[in-house]
């Protein structure tokens, strides 16, 4: 198709054509965050799948979006959106706590956010692979925005003398890749841990890379 079909305008219902809009992009999102993540998967999806399932017509969903890839796409970005909205809210209560806590904060809320939903984590980490380079590159894109808050988490820490001054890009991409890595493999049933002691090894492995001194007991 060349492009969307031209959306409507006007009030119906006392709703605006905008409100209406909205709604059935929440609508078409959250079926597709159901069969994406769950099954039948991105690949085995149809239109008509999908439009069944949010309980709409194909004309609508053309309204909408042009590809499932454009649906696939835009669900990335809202799921991502949550886990860093959760790890931000983290950050912003941890305050002025030592680099420790803060690390145990971030990633306990970012972890339980990501495995709360399996179907959340299967966007993120499964999903998405592979569909297109254009994906890829939004992936990537995703990923980077999580290495430059650790950066410029690193720069705090060594400003209040908690962490060696040095640059941590290269080690900050390993971490993220470890810790998406690690939570897929925990949320997989691969890792015999409990989601605490998950979060609890990530932190410690944080604190190596700064050379970080541990947190309190308790």
């Known amino acids: 198709m060349a492009g969307r079909l031209r959306q409507p305008t006007g009030r119906y219902a006392g709703r605006s054509a905008e409100d209406r809009q909205a709604e ?7 079926a597709a965050l159901q069969l994406f993540g769950d099954a039948p ?29 454009d649906v696939l796409a835009e669900l ?25 806590e803060r690390a145990a ?14 179907r959340r984590l299967r966007i993120t980490f499964v999903e998405i692979i592979g569909v297109s380079p254009r994906l890829e590159q939004q992936r990537l894109a995703r990923r980077s925005r999580w290495v430059d808050l650790l950066c410029a988490e690193a720069t705090a820490a060594v400003a209040r003398g908690e962490a060696v001054p040095r640059d941590y890009r290269v080690a900050a991409a390993a971490f993220i890749g470890g810790v998406n890595g690690l939570l897929h493999d925990w949320a997989e049933g691969w890792v015999e841990a409990t989601l605490d002691e998950v979060v609890a090894e990530l932190v410690r492995i944080l604190l ?5 001194p541990p947190a309190a007991a308790g």
């Open 24 to 30: 059935r992009r929440r609508r078409f999102l959250a």
């Open 41 to 69: 998967g991105y690949r085995s999806t149809t239109v008509a799948a999908l439009c069944e399932a949010a309980g709409l017509s194909s004309r609508q969903f053309y309204e909408e979006f042009r590809t499932l890839e």
């Open 76 to 100: 990335h970005l809202q799921v991502n959106d949550w886990a860093e909205q959760a790890a931000l809210a983290a950050l912003a209560e941890a305050g002025g706590l030592p680099v420790a």
């Open 105 to 118: 904060a971030v990633f306990g809320a970012y972890a339980a956010h990501v495995t709360g939903d399996r």
């Open 208 to 212: 190596g890379i700064l050379d970080a």
